[in-house]
T-cell receptor, first 115, second 110 residues
């Protein structure tokens, strides 16, 4: 079974530029999560999708971050414009059912550096 | 608010047992988890415990939960070099959101 795929693995941009990350969850997984992991900290949930609907985006900085999962499969996370404090690893995870969220499978992450 | 705390570092000798501790704040947490993160990789679920249990054992891993003190621990028996990683404690809050601690970096001495 293929795992959660993410691309790119690394990205370096200047502040005020835009960036987009892509995630392909495990086939059949209805729930998709985006986390931000700042160096030395644990992951922080940004947004959670159930199929193509948003379940929780309470910690997403909506003035600059956006995410979509149009067909209920792949998802993209965008930052526009980026700030220095956005430097982090962005992790995507998926699970089969919303109520079984303990079975989250994580991708390798995208490491973003904002200069 | 919801918070999960862990010590930052732990160093153990190869072959000894490792005990990683965690405290959490949400008394209505349903599940508590331990994740492992190796360098450059995502998080891997190691084990979890439901809040009505006191202990769970899975091969070399033993999870202890003290719900009264909101304290969770992970014991790794016969620690090996492959156990070197960052270990994250996490709680599933009443809002069905998972809150992660900052992680404990486990290093193994020969």
């Amino acid at each position: 079974e293929a795992g959660v795929a993410q691309s790119p693995r690394y990205k370096i941009i200047e502040k005020r530029q835009s960036v987009a990350f892509w995630c392909n969850p495990i086939s059949g997984h209805a729930t998709l999560y985006w986390y931000q992991q700042i160096l030395g900290q644990g992951p922080k949930l940004l947004i959670q999708f159930q199929n193509n609907g948003v379940v929780d985006d309470s910690q997403l900085p909506k003035d600059r971050f956006s995410a979509e999962r149009l067909k209920g499969v792949d998802s993209t996370l965008k930052i526009q414009p980026a700030k220095l404090e956005d430097s982090a690893v962005y992790l995507c995870a998926s699970s089969l059912e919303h109520t079984d969220s303990y079975e989250q499978y994580f991708g390798p992450g995208t490491r973003l550096t904002v200069t | 608010g919801e918070d999960v705390e862990q010590s930052l570092f732990l160093s153990v000798r190869e072959g000894d047992s490792s005990v990683i501790n965690c405290t959490y704040t949400d008394s209505s947490s349903t599940y508590l988890y331990w994740y492992k993160q190796e360098p450059g990789a995502g998080l891997q679920l190691l084990t979890y415990i439901f809040s009505n249990m006191d202990m769970k054992q899975d091969q070399r891993l033993t999870v202890l939960l003290n719900k009264k003190d909101k304290h969770l621990s992970l014991r790794i028996a016969d620690t090996q070099t492959g156990d070197s990683a960052i270990y994250f404690c996490a709680e599933q809050s009443s809002a069905s959101k998972i809150i992660f601690g900052s992680g404990t970096r486990l290093s193994i001495r020969p």
